[in-house]
């Protein structure tokens, strides 16, 4: 069980430091007042395209591994109560 723990833990700070990476390494996704302003519009080629783009992959990768992140903690965290 000790094997076990241990690989988790290793996997675990891997997820971590993969998911800092990925979320500093993505753009601020709002454009704030000046899109009010400009009237950016949600309705064009890119944004119907979006999850084919870098940032969309960056996006979805980010999710996924949030997900292995939670699950992990909680895995660990009955694992090392036992």
Same mark, same amino acid.
């Given at each position: 069980? +000790?094997?076990?723990k241990y690989v988790l833990m290793a996997i675990y700070a ?7 990476? &990925? ?5 601020? /996704?709002? /454009? ?6 400009? /009237? ?6 890119? +944004? ?5 783009? *870098? +940032? /969309?992959?960056?996006? *979805? ?6 997900? #292995?992140?939670? #699950? &992990?903690?909680?895995?660990?965290d009955i694992l090392y109560l036992?």
């Open positions: 069980m +000790e094997i076990v891997i997820v971590c430091l993969v998911l800092i990476f &990925l979320v500093l390494k993505q753009n601020q /996704g709002e /454009g704030g007042a000046s899109s009010t302003i400009v /009237g950016a519009s949600a309705n064009n080629f890119y +944004e119907k395209n979006k999850g084919k783009t *870098r +940032e /969309g992959k960056m996006k *979805r990768a980010t999710i996924i591994l949030m997900v #292995v992140f939670a #699950v &992990l903690t909680l895995t660990l036992v």
